[in-house]
């Protein structure tokens, strides 16, 4: 079970940092993901991070955005800065086994319900 939290309403440029709580599997041996849906638009890749802490962040999010994990904790996080408009969406968690980094939707198997994201101009 991936549960997410950390979403809110936030102007422009501002930051936000989404929190990612898994249980009910092997957490340390995951790959968990970001991923995100605008209103109208399909569900898109943001960020992956391995068991070992390497990442993969999609590029129009790259230098913005950043994805760590706490092992201990079982949870993985999403800090977002300097927002923009079209960073509005709902927010998912997903976790895929293996190693492997992946931006692929059906490479993960696992999804959180989402938490909302809203950057006002």
């Known amino acids: 079970q991936l549960v997410e939290s950390g979403g809110g309403l936030v102007q422009a440029g501002g930051s936000l940092r989404l929190s990612c709580a898994a249980s009910?599997?092997?957490?340390?041996?995951?790959?968990m993901g970001w991923f995100r849906q605008a209103p109208g638009k399909e569900r898109e890749f943001v960020a992956a991070?391995?068991?070992?802490?390497?990442?993969y962040v999609a590029e129009s999010v790259k230098g913005r955005f950043t994805i760590s994990r706490d092992n201990a904790k079982n949870t993985v996080y999403l800090q977002m800065n300097s927002l923009k408009s079209e960073d509005t969406g709902v927010y998912y968690c997903?976790?895929?086994?293996?190693?492997?980094?992946?931006?692929?939707?059906?490479?993960?198997?696992?999804w959180g319900q989402g938490t909302q994201v809203t950057v006002s101009s």
């Open positions: 009910g599997r092997t957490f340390s041996s995951s790959v």
């Open positions: 997903a976790a895929r086994r293996g190693a492997a980094l992946r931006a692929g939707e059906g490479d993960y198997d696992s």
């Open positions: 991070i391995s068991w070992s802490a390497n990442t």
